[in-house]
Nanobody, 119 residues
Framework: QVQLVESGGGLVQAGGSLRLSCAAS????????MGWHRQAPGKQRELVAR???????YYVDSVKGRFTISRDNTKNTVFLQMNSLKPEDTAVYYC?????????????WGQGTQVTVSS
């Protein structure tokens, strides 16, 4: 059984920073891509950032230059450093990891963490 546990959300003023973490636990062979998605009230979930096993990254245009995704493979953890936060960044943030186990390649999701940016 694989589990993803997120931490680091909260309330911050516009211009502030937060750092999200997502740690995978359980029995598996390896983790391919790791990423962060977000869902604001009344909107569809969107991909925010993704980091691949080789280290290459992807960011949605709205967060480029402000957010940084990174991973610590020794701890099976992905991070999202969010700087210069804006009220429009307010959403529930979910991590997602493509994990290879005896079941094959499966995408697992975290439980979500609320990020609220006040103006």
């Amino acid at each position: 059984q694989v589990q993803l546990v997120e931490s680091g959300g909260g309330l911050v003023q516009a211009g502030g920073s937060l750092r999200l973490s997502c740690a995978a636990s359980g029995t598996f062979f390896s983790i391919n891509a790791m990423g962060w998605h977000r869902q604001a009230p009344g909107k569809q979930r969107e991909l925010v950032a993704r980091i691949f096993s080789g280290g290459s990254t992807y960011y949605v245009d709205s967060v480029k230059g402000r957010f940084t995704i990174s991973r610590d493979n020794t701890k099976n953890t992905v991070f999202l450093q969010m700087n210069s936060l804006k009220p429009e960044d307010t959403a529930v943030y979910y991590c997602a990891e493509d994990i290879i186990s005896r079941l094959g390649l499966t995408t697992y999701w975290g439980q979500g963490t609320q990020v609220t940016v006040s103006s």
